[in-house]
C-alpha cells in the first residue's frame, strides 16, 4: 500500500509563493510510473497541475508554466511542487497522485489534499 501525505499549503498573498511536499511511504519514488499534483477550485473539475515520471521526464499545466517547479527528492522520497507568482486563481485543494505497477496491475493512489489560499 503507498501513502501520500502532503504538506505545505496556506494562505498567501498574490506574488508571494509556497512550497507543497508529497512524501510518500510504502514505495521508492523512483520505481513509482509518476507522482502528479492536481488541484481542484471550487465547483471546478480537477486539473493536472505537474507531473514527473520516473525517467524525471516533466510535464506542466499551461496555466502554472513559468511559476511551478516539480521535482523530486530521492533521499526524502518526497516529491516537491514550488509554486510562484501566485494568482488568486491559483486557489485550490492542490493533491498528490502516484501510479505504479505491482502484480502485473497499474495502481493509482491519492493523497488527502491540502488547500492553497491566495488572497490579500
Known amino acids: 500500500q503507498v501513502r501520500l501525505a502532503e504538506s505545505g499549503g496556506g494562505l498567501v498573498q498574490p506574488g508571494g509563493s509556497l512550497r507543497l511536499s508529497c512524501a510518500v511511504s510504502?514505495?521508492?519514488?523512483?520505481?513509482?510510473?509518476?507522482v502528479a499534483w492536481y488541484r481542484q477550485a471550487p465547483g471546478e473539475q480537477r486539473e493536472l497541475v505537474a507531473r514527473?515520471?520516473?525517467?524525471?521526464?516533466?510535464n506542466y499545466a499551461d496555466s502554472v508554466k513559468g511559476r511551478f517547479t516539480i521535482s523530486r527528492d530521492n533521499a526524502e522520497n518526497t516529491v516537491l511542487l514550488r509554486m510562484n507568482s501566485l494568482k488568486p486563481e491559483d486557489t485550490a485543494v492542490y493533491s498528490c497522485?502516484?501510479?505504479?505497477?505491482?502484480?502485473?496491475?497499474?495502481?493509482?493512489?491519492w493523497g488527502q489534499g491540502t488547500q492553497v489560499t491566495v488572497s490579500s
Open positions: 497522485n502516484v501510479e505504479r505497477w505491482a502484480s502485473n496491475r497499474l495502481e493509482n493512489f
Open positions: 510504502g514505495e521508492s519514488i523512483r520505481s513509482l510510473n509518476f
Open positions: 514527473i515520471t520516473s525517467s524525471e521526464t516533466t
